[in-house]
């Protein structure tokens, strides 16, 4: 089933709980803030597809909060809530990017028919994305071969899989694959990411709860066990999952039964377990963050992912893949890297893999110019020659503690990246791959706004 969530920013407290209301009745997953300030925290630790926010609202309004997420999060859709004095406004809000707008005091069912479309939309991109994913399972690797063969394997047979590997290297690209090799390939994918919810949330979550059985709880919930059903559910991060929660986990493995919280009835569960994670899970074993019982249950196939050093053959076809694919998302032709780029992406060392690899091509062809990427695009102290940064740090004549040494050389990366974007902490964020107020922090921190 498609995940279509919905944020709801307004300061007025009680049309927001009216819109949020009529949101959940139709079946959509929602969250609210009461400032542009909040909801932008909110977006930077998750994501949603619309953001639907009132126009008019004390400190950052409706304009300034779709321009902060058009520059930052361009896959999410942005709605205006407007008066009938505003409406002005928020056209012209619509030349800055939102969908659309919707006055209040007007039928709510505008709202939702306005909401379905970019609803449909949105799936529509999803199911390209899963296409192109697939993409990324290609390889000419001899050991990543092999495991996309064990993987096959896997997937024909209706047993538990545990993927591990670094972040960013693909880990959910593979619970799909083989999901969608196996027997349950015509049911749901169910997906749960365990890190994102706190541990009374995702036992939640996964089990579902009664009306009444705990301040909040105003429905009736299915949980993802329930709603996995006799199809596939997918734990991303399980080593994230606290103790307490991993013994419930484990009892419904065992048993295939569930009971939501506030109910003593139990119900009967079937579905097939896929877990993916980046920790060290015999690590952590050891170190009792993880139930050796339950790893047991869970570890019935292990699928280790390779980092992306260790399938540099792939980085050619990777490259000339994510190019292509941000030239389409950006809309913006390329027709030449210069080499120094090329080289520089093709030897650089992706800690953050695959994910950090696109991160770089999207920053690379939005700053393109002329459809040419230019080697000035890369930050110089990353193509410099290596043994000449030595050099330089050896000829210092007065030794610095390694720690001053690192702030001031982070200090003054900080000042290059804000001058070439003219002090634009909104892009100089984003080019860092650190939130705003990381780097609003950093700038008090280290006295860089005094030189701006």
Same mark, same amino acid.
């Given at each position: ?126 199911? =390209? ?49 083989? +999901? ?9 994918? =169910? ?53 307490? %929660? ?10 295939? %039964?569930?009971?939501?919280?506030? /109910? ?42 390779? /980092? ?82 030595? /050099? ?20 003054? +990366?900080?000042?290059? =990246? ?9 892009? /100089?964020?984003? +080019? ?11 700038? =008090? ?8």
């Amino acid at each position: 089933m498609y995940k279509f969530k919905i944020l709801v920013v307004d300061d007025e407290v009680q049309y927001q709980e009216v819109i949020n209301m009529i949101l959940q009745s139709e079946g959509y997953e929602t969250k609210v803030a009461n400032s542009g300030e909040e909801a932008l925290e909110i977006l930077e630790k998750e994501k949603f597809q619309l953001v639907l926010t009132d126009l008019k609202m004390n400190g950052m309004d409706g304009v300034h909060l779709l321009e902060e997420i058009k520059n930052n999060y361009v896959d999410t859709y942005v709605m205006l809530i407007t008066g009938f004095g505003t409406i002005k406004n928020a056209v012209e809000a619509m030349k800055k990017g939102a969908f659309g707008y919707f006055i209040k005091g007007n039928n709510p069912g505008e709202l939702l028919r306005e909401i379905e479309k970019i609803k449909v939309e949105c799936e529509s991109v999803e199911k =390209v994305e899963k296409v192109n994913d697939k993409f990324l399972l290609d390889t000419k690797n001899y050991n990543f071969r092999k495991i996309i063969k064990i993987a096959q394997k896997a997937a024909s047979a209706d047993v538990n899989v545990l993927i591990t590997g670094e972040s960013g290297t693909g880990k959910e690209v593979m619970a799909r694959f083989i +999901y969608e090799n196996s027997k349950r390939k015509n049911e749901k994918f =169910v997906a749960v990411n365990c890190q994102s919810l706190s541990s009374s949330l995702l036992e939640s979550e996964l089990f579902g709860h009664e009306k009444g059985s705990f301040t909040g709880a105003t429905n009736r919930r299915i949980g993802r066990f329930e709603e996995a059903h006799g199809a596939t559910l997918f734990l991303d991060e399980v080593g994230e999952i606290d103790l307490n %929660t991993q013994v419930k986990l484990l009892r419904v493995l065992e048993n295939r %039964t569930i009971e939501k919280i506030g /109910s003593n009835k139990p119900i009967d569960v079937d579905f097939r377990l896929i877990c993916a994670t980046n920790k060290d899970i015999r690590e952590a074993i050891e170190n009792k963050e993880f139930r050796e019982d339950l790893f047991y249950r869970i570890n019935t196939i292990s699928i280790h992912l390779p /980092s992306l050093k260790e399938r540099k053959e792939d980085l050619p076809m990777l490259i000339n893949f994510f190019l292509k694919k941000s030239s389409a998302k950006y809309n913006k032709k390329i027709v030449k890297v210069e080499g120094d780029v090329m080289n520089y992406l093709l030897n650089y060392e992706y800690k953050g893999n695959i994910r950090e690899l696109k991160n770089i091509l999207d920053r690379l062809v939005v700053l393109s110019d002329n459809g040419i990427i230019r080697k000035e695009l890369v930050s110089t102290n990353v193509l410099d020659n290596k043994e000449d940064e030595c /050099s330089n740090f050896l000829k210092l004549e007065d030794i610095k503690p390694l720690k001053e040494i690192k702030q001031e050389a982070e200090a003054n +990366y900080i000042k290059k =990246v804000l001058d070439r974007f003219n002090g634009n902490i909104t892009k /100089s964020a984003e +080019y860092l791959e650190i939130s705003r107020r990381q780097l609003f922090n950093k700038i =008090v921190e280290y006295n860089v706004k005094e030189d701006l």
